[in-house]
């Protein structure tokens, strides 16, 4: 069989090569820390971003052209793919830096992951009612979603924000706000 190579630029390479160095010191270390127990909800969901971080840059990691991580004898971009992998690794790192990194009151921090919570219940509901609209995990979910917008709608910091844009989280559409969403 031949082999069929692309021609990539060098600063794709020293990039791809970077990637993957990270990636596999993050692996490293997510193994070498596994098992500590949590401390707070806070360090919980840190690692269990960064396991799903490393997951899903494994994956972006097998379909680049001239991985490290696996041999192929023809290079081809998916570009679709690498788009939506590489977006889905964005959204991570932004839910873990506002989770888990920025600094704010423990009312926001209450917020944000009660929010998360939220829009977690919206998404499975919708889920399931996709799967089976006559599915008894709707009911289930929209119980809990009930129960996290009430925890939610009495949270201080919630309360600082404008009342349409409280109306709006309420929804569960959105997974994150920032202290700058006041508005």
């Not at 990039?15 to 098992?35: H, K, P, W």
């Not at 494994?58 to 939506?84: H, K």
């Not at 917008?149 to 920032?178: H, I, M, V, Y």
Request: glycine share 2%.
């Amino acid at each position: 069989m031949q082999t069929v190579k692309m021609s990539l630029s060098p600063q794709y390479l020293t990039t791809l090569q970077a990637f993957q160095t990270a990636l596999v010191e993050c692996i490293n270390a997510s193994r070498e820390y596994a098992g500590v127990p949590a401390r707070s909800s806070r360090h919980f969901l840190a690692s269990m971003f960064v396991t799903t971080f490393c997951t899903r840059a494994t994956s972006l990691s097998f379909i680049v052209p001239q991985s490290g991580f696996v041999r192929t004898t023809v290079d081809l971009w998916d570009y679709a793919s690498v788009a939506s992998l590489t977006r889905a690794l964005l959204e991570i790192r932004l839910l873990f830096y506002t989770t888990c990194v920025e600094q704010c009151s423990d009312d926001e921090i209450e917020a944000r992951l009660t929010l998360l919570h939220l829009n977690d219940c919206a998404n499975r509901k919708a889920l399931f009612r996709d799967i089976d609209d006559q599915s008894p995990q709707i009911a289930e979910f929209e119980h809990l979603a009930s129960t996290v917008r009430d925890k939610l709608s009495r949270n201080l910091f919630f309360l600082t924000l404008a009342p349409k844009r409280r109306k709006e989280l309420l929804k569960g559409r959105d997974a994150q706000f920032t202290s700058s969403s006041r508005k």
